[in-house]
């Protein structure tokens, strides 16, 4: 566990939220972040202490230990009117005679206790890191306004008090918090000259509120609505080629339904009888491979049909589940449950239905968890191209595709290019490096130009699985692993 301490020296903090609206409690946890990265900018920019930075941006939003609504005031404060900030040194609107005046009222909380603590129960940094940190805390003077005088601590432990506990939560206040690429981002607002710009938000339930939450859980079934396929010797793709089983396997699921009922059930097409793309889950096609483990290879094993949840709660959509089910079993024939997938030029793949996997890779209830940190052994799809590469709009994105599954927003979210899940292939490959093999799509795919990232997510609560992100979710993109598997 990580703990900072922090004492308001002057018994006041001084600081607004971002739209000027009223005075900041608790202090976000962001102005803190941004309290330490001006202390690293005055200390000429210290290479480790850079990376105890970025190692406090991953580890997610803190619990706080602050006063309670009840407890703390909004000093009142008059309206005044001050010169802007002005870098344009050699002109005469800048002299004081020749300044414009802006309107500021200066928000301030007063609150009972001057003393607020924040803590990451999960984090345990490096030895270099925490000295690091420890170092950056003893430079930093203020926190908001430079008027608003603090002391940074961090502390081994701490009173735990429940009536000043606020709490990531899925309803609640709005707090800024840092996240992966927030350092880069101040630094690049820093050198040119720009106000720095709100980034991700998460809730907090404030101390003493109800919370009657219940466990979320996303749209694609659980165990007994896996259909899983294991390989009956070495797959002829690799798992960056899944794209074209997906669409192989939904392509004969799809014949044997026509074949053997008439009809093709909209869960299993994705379409509506009119052609239209559904709006409803449908059936997702997920590659099961070695990975997640000590040793993992990423080895294709296998692979599973995911039904979605509904049709195994709904009565009247039973009828749909029975005819998926009919077309598994034709697309599955003979005693042994045997089927032969032909990926083309690639060759044939042999795979047989398995009850019982005998793979730990292949078993529905590795990916059927419920834990409060997922981490995608394949790259989520995301909806479109960010602006600029903004980072904050690229976690807006995957938030989204949370939602998009029934899953609250996560309360951190961390982008990568390469997984947290052992032996999980890259989102690109090395930059440069047009030998590496790159990720390959069926001709037409509309989700083959979209951008691609690995993420590691961080819920306020425990969600269940599976987790299946972003625009590829039905043909095996954005699947993920709880608890950082591997990592």
Known sequence: MLILEIELLTGVYRAALPDGSAAEWPPHPERVFSAFAQAWGDGNCDPRERAALEWLERQGPPLIDADPPEDWAERTAPTVYVPPNDSRGNEIPVLPDRRRRQARVFRAAIPATPLVRFAWPRAEPSSADHASLVELAQRVASLGHSASLVRFTFVENGPEDEKRRWQPSKEGV?????????????RRWHDADQRPRPGVTTRYRSPGEADERKASESV???????????SEGPAPVDLLAFAHVAQTVQKALIAKAEQALGQVPEVLSGHTADGAPTARAHVAIVPLANVGWEHATGDLLGFALVLPRELARNEPQQAERTQVTHALAAFSSGDAAHARVNLGAAGVWSVAHAVAPSRRSLRPDRWC????????????????????GDTAEEAGLVAAACRNIGLPEPAAIELHKHSAVRGAPSAYPARGDRRRPDWSFPHGAKFANRPRRHVVLRFAEPVTGPVILGAGRFRGFGLCLPDRVGA
């Open 220 to 230: 694609f079934g659980g165990i007994d609505e896996w259909f899983v396929f294991e």
């Open 174 to 186: 709005a707090l800024r918090v840092p996240h992966h690429g927030r350092l880069d981002e101040l």
């Open 369 to 388: 968890g419920k834990a409060d940190t997922w981490a995608s052994a394949t790259p989520i799809l995301l909806d479109r191209f960010p602006d600029r």
